[in-house]
C-alpha cells in the first residue's frame, strides 16, 4: 500500500445506523486518522468512484437495479471488501418484503407506484460480487467493527465471534429466559456481540446480530412449540431483521 | 412533470442523503433563467407495507431501524402509538425516562447537525477548500468549538446508551413505559455530566450571536419563503417534545390550528406524492396544497411556541426575538433556533432528573390489545412524528401510516433549494460556490441523512448543466 492505507464506506437501502457506529468510535478513531485515510462515498454515481481504495466498507442491502450496478462497481474499486451490519450481510429488515407482492407494496406505501424502480427482493451483498469479511448486527458492534479494521491493516484475521448470544448470557450471569420463564428466546441460535442486551432486560433475543455460524434452529423452535408457542410466531420470529439468512429463512418457511 | 427536451437541466447527484439516497435536478427555461428546482429522494424501504401482518408490540424496535440517526423518536412514537392500542399510560417514572432519553436524543443530533455538518461552512465560508470544510478541519483550527460538539454529541448518545444498552436502536422504550428502571448511579451520571454540556452550547451560542451579522446574505436567500409552522406545545404555550398538543401558525402568527389532540393530525395535515421523489410532501389541509406549506422542527417548535419552560433558554430565546423578530422565517436560523433549544433540552434533563420519582421502580404498565387503533405523535428532532397503527383482533398489523419531519419540510427544502438556485446559478456555468450553497440550504432542515459522511469528508457532487438536447454543456465533479 502506497502512502497511508484508504477506506471507503458506501451506502446502499439502509437506515444509516451502521455508518454511524463508525462515527461513534470517535475516541478510537482519532488515532486510526493517523494510519489510514478515509474517504465516505454515502450515494456515489458511477463517474465519481475514483479509487482504488484498499478498505471498502459496504452498509445497507441492495433493492434497486442502481445498486445493483453500483455494487459491483464497488468491489472492482476494492482491495477488501467488509460488509457491515444486518442489511448488508442478509438484506436487513427490508427483506420482509421479500415475502411481499412488490406492486402491492409499493402501493400502499406510495401513490404512484409506476415512478418507483426497485427490485423484487432485498438481497445482501453477498449475493451480487465476493465479500471478505461480513461484521453481523443491527447496528453492528463498534468493538467488531475497530477489530476488523484493524486486523485487515496489520494483516491477522479478524476476531469475530463464533459463539451465540447464550454465551453472553452465561459470562454475565443472566439467568435463562426460556428456562426460568418460558419466554422464546433466539440467543441459542444468534451470534453474539451485542453482550446479551435483550435478556438483561428480560426480553428475548429477537435475533437483530442474525444466524451464528451453524445455528441450530430446528431444536430452538422445538423448544418454543414446546413453550406453547404457535407456529406462525414462531415463523415470524425467525423473519424479522435477519430473517433473509439461509439458516433463518429455511427455518421460518418450515411454520409457516 | 416538466418537458424535459426543451428545458434544460442541472442535476447534483447526489446531493446528501435524506432517510437514504436523495438528489437535486434544478432546471433552466429557455432563456437560462431557473424556472424550478427539485429535492428527489430516491430510496425505497417501504416500512408502512412491510409491517403489515406483525404483531403491534413489535412495532417499536421494527420501525426503529427507519432511521440510525433518530431511533429514539421512532422508538418513542410507536411506543406511544401501542400504548393507545393497549389503553394504558405508562406509570409517572416511565414517562419521566421516555422524555429524558428523548431529550437526550435531541441533544445528540442537534450537535451533529450544528457542529459536525454546519459549522464548518460557517467557520471557514462557503467558499472555503472543501478538504478543510470538516469536523477534522475544525479540530485542526478551532479545537475547542470542536471538541465542544464532539463531547456535546457524545453526551447525548452516552446517556442514551446508560439508559438503554446501545446507542443506536436500544430497544429500552417498549409499549407501557419503559424496560427497565433508572438506578440513582446513573441518575447521578448523567447529572453529573449536564454543566459541562450547558456550558459548550453557551460557548457555541455566544460565538453564533457575535457571527450573526456576517450571515446577512444566507438570511435573506436562503428559504425565507413565507410558510406555516407547526409542532406540539404544552397546553399553556411551552415548547414540548413529548406530549401537549398541536398548533400551528401563519407566517405572521396567526393561528391556524391550537389545541389540536396529536390523534388528529391526520386532519390538519394532507400528504401529497410529486411524481419525482418517494417522499411524500406534506400541506396544511385547512390551505390546500400547495398553499398549506409549512415548516416543522426547532424554528417552527420556537415559533409556535410562546416560551422555552426553562430559565436560560427563555433567556435566549428573549434575546433572539429581539434580533430577528417574533417568527423569523429564514431557514438560515434552524442553528440559530437549534442551539436555544439544545440550551433547554439539557436544562429540562436536569429538572427531569431532580425528582423523586424519576427512580421509581414501577416502569412498564403491560396489556393486551385493548382498542383496534393507535397513534403517537412526539417531537423528533427535526420536527413531528407520527406513527398511527390498525391491529386486528389479536394484534397483528393491517395498517400502518407515518408522517415523518422531512415529508413535512418537502415543500419548503424544495422552495428553499429553488431560492438558492436563482441567486447564485448562472447558466453558462457552474461553480463550487453555489453547490456549497444549494447544499447548506439543504443542510438547515437537517433532513434526515446519515450525516456521519460530512463529519469525515465532504459531500460528494455531480452536476450537470443540459442543454436544450439534453447534451451536457457543463459538468463539475467533486
Ligand atoms: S443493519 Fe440495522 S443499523 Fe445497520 S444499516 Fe441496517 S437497519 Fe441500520
Ligand atoms: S435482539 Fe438479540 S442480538 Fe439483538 S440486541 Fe437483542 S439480544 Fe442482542
Redesign the interface.
Known amino acids: 500500500m502506497a502512502g497511508l492505507p484508504k477506506l471507503a464506506?458506501w451506502?446502499f437501502?439502509?437506515?444509516?445506523?451502521?455508518?454511524?457506529?463508525?462515527?461513534?468510535c470517535?475516541d478510537e478513531l482519532l488515532p486510526l486518522?493517523g494510519r489510514i485515510e478515509?474517504?465516505?462515498?454515502?450515494?456515489?454515481?458511477r463517474?465519481?468512484l475514483d479509487g482504488p481504495y484498499d478498505v471498502s466498507l459496504v452498509e445497507g442491502s441492495v433493492?434497486?437495479p442502481e445498486e445493483a450496478e453500483r455494487i459491483e462497481a464497488v468491489r472492482d474499486r476494492s482491495e477488501v471488501l467488509v460488509a457491515i451490519g444486518a442489511c448488508a450481510t442478509t438484506g436487513?429488515?427490508?427483506a420482509?418484503?421479500n415475502s411481499?407482492d412488490v406492486d402491492?407494496?409499493?402501493r400502499?406505501?406510495?401513490?404512484?407506484p409506476e415512478?418507483?424502480d426497485?427490485l423484487e427482493t432485498s438481497s445482501p451483498i453477498s449475493a451480487h460480487v465476493e465479500v471478505d469479511h461480513e461484521i453481523q448486527g443491527?447496528?453492528i458492534s463498534r468493538g467488531q467493527l475497530l477489530d476488523t479494521l484493524l486486523a485487515i491493516l496489520t494483516g491477522r484475521r479478524p476476531n469475530l465471534p463464533q459463539s451465540s448470544v447464550c454465551m453472553e448470557c452465561k459470562m454475565l450471569g443472566t439467568p435463562c429466559l426460556m428456562v426460568t420463564s418460558g419466554i422464546g428466546c433466539l440467543g441459542p441460535v444468534t451470534q453474539a456481540g451485542?453482550?446479551a442486551?435483550?435478556p438483561?432486560?428480560?426480553?428475548g433475543c429477537?435475533g437483530?446480530y442474525g444466524p451464528k455460524e451453524l445455528p441450530n434452529t430446528a431444536a430452538l423452535a422445538g423448544r418454543w412449540s414446546e413453550l406453547g408457542i404457535p407456529a406462525d410466531?414462531v415463523a415470524?420470529a425467525f423473519r424479522?431483521?435477519t430473517g433473509n439468512a439461509p439458516a433463518f429463512r429455511e427455518e421460518s418457511d418450515r411454520h409457516g | 412533470m416538466t418537458n424535459e427536451i426543451t428545458t434544460r437541466r442541472i442535476v447534483i447527484d447526489p446531493v446528501t442523503r435524506i432517510e437514504g439516497h436523495s438528489k437535486i435536478t434544478i432546471t433552466l427555461d429557455e432563456a437560462g433563467e431557473v424556472a424550478n428546482a427539485r429535492f428527489h429522494v430516491t430510496q425505497f424501504r417501504g416500512f408502512e407495507r412491510m409491517v403489515h401482518g406483525r404483531p403491534v408490540h413489535e412495532m417499536p424496535s421494527l420501525m426503529a431501524r427507519i432511521c440510525g440517526i433518530c431511533p429514539v423518536s421512532h422508538l418513542i412514537a410507536a411506543s406511544k402509538a401501542v400504548d393507545a392500542i393497549m389503553a394504558v399510560t405508562p406509570p409517572p417514572a416511565a414517562l419521566r425516562l421516555r422524555r429524558l432519553m428523548n431529550l437526550a436524543q435531541i441533544v445528540q443530533s442537534h450537535a451533529l447537525s450544528f457542529f459536525h455538518l454546519s459549522s464548518p461552512d460557517l467557520l471557514f465560508g462557503f467558499d472555503a477548500d472543501p478538504a478543510k470544510r470538516h469536523l477534522y478541519g475544525l479540530l485542526a483550527e478551532h479545537p475547542q468549538f470542536a471538541r465542544d460538539g464532539i463531547a456535546l454529541r457524545r453526551f447525548g448518545q452516552h446517556v442514551i446508551e446508560l439508559l438503554g444498552g446501545k446507542r443506536i436502536h436500544p430497544a429500552w422504550i417498549v409499549p407501557g413505559g419503559v424496560a427497565s428502571p433508572l438506578t440513582a448511579e446513573v441518575r447521578d451520571e448523567i447529572a453529573g455530566g449536564l454543566p459541562e454540556a450547558i456550558e459548550s452550547v453557551v460557548r457555541a451560542l455566544d460565538w453564533y450571536k457575535a457571527s450573526l451579522a456576517g450571515w446577512a446574505e444566507e438570511e435573506a436567500v436562503w428559504g425565507t419563503t413565507p410558510t406555516a409552522f407547526l409542532g406540539l406545545v404544552t397546553p399553556d404555550g411551552e415548547v414540548e417534545h413529548y406530549d401537549g398538543v398541536l398548533r400551528a401558525i401563519g407566517p405572521d402568527g396567526t393561528v391556524i390550528h391550537d389545541e389540536i389532540a396529536p390523534d388528529d393530525v391526520e386532519r390538519c395535515v394532507g400528504e401529497a406524492v410529486e411524481p419525482w421523489s418517494y417522499l411524500k410532501s406534506s400541506y396544511l389541509t385547512a390551505l390546500g396544497h400547495p398553499e398549506g406549506i409549512y415548516r416543522v422542527g426547532p424554528l417552527a417548535r420556537l415559533n409556535i411556541a410562546d416560551r422555552m419552560g426553562t430559565p436560560r433558554a427563555d433567556e435566549e430565546l428573549a434575546e433572539l426575538r429581539e434580533r430577528l423578530g417574533r417568527y423569523p422565517s429564514s431557514s438560515f436560523h434552524y442553528h440559530y433556533t437549534r442551539l436555544v433549544e439544545t440550551l433547554s433540552c439539557l436544562e429540562r434533563m436536569a429538572h427531569l432528573l431532580q425528582h423523586p420519582e424519576v427512580t421509581d421502580v414501577r416502569v412498564r404498565a403491560t396489556a393486551g390489545i385493548n382498542r383496534a387503533e393507535g397513534v403517537g405523535v412526539a417531537e423528533a428532532p427535526r420536527g413531528t412524528l407520527m406513527h398511527h397503527y390498525v391491529v386486528d383482533d389479536g394484534g397483528l398489523v393491517q395498517h400502518a401510516n407515518l408522517i415523518i419531519a422531512t415529508g413535512q419540510n418537502n415543500l419548503a427544502m424544495n422552495a428553499g433549494v429553488k431560492q438558492v438556485a436563482q441567486r447564485y446559478v448562472r447558466a453558462d456555468r457552474l461553480t463550487e460556490g453555489m453547490l456549497n450553497r444549494v447544499e447548506a440550504v439543504i443542510r438547515c432542515y437537517d433532513p434526515c441523512l446519515s450525516c456521519s459522511t460530512h463529519a469525515v469528508g465532504e459531500m460528494p457532487f455531480h452536476v450537470q448543466l443540459r442543454g436544450p438536447a439534453g447534451e451536457v454543456l457543463d459538468e463539475l465533479v467533486r
Not at chain 1, 13 to 24: F, K, P, R, V
Not at chain 1, 38 to 45: H, S, V
Open positions: 464506506v451506502k437501502s439502509s437506515c444509516d445506523g451502521c455508518q454511524l457506529s463508525l462515527l461513534h470517535e486518522l478515509i474517504a465516505y462515498f454515502p450515494e456515489a454515481t463517474t465519481e433493492t434497486t436487513g429488515i427490508q420482509l418484503r411481499a402491492e407494496l409499493a400502499v406505501v406510495y401513490a404512484h415512478y418507483l426497485t443491527c447496528p451485542c453482550g442486551l435483550c438483561s432486560y428480560d426480553r429477537f437483530c410466531a415470524r424479522t431483521f
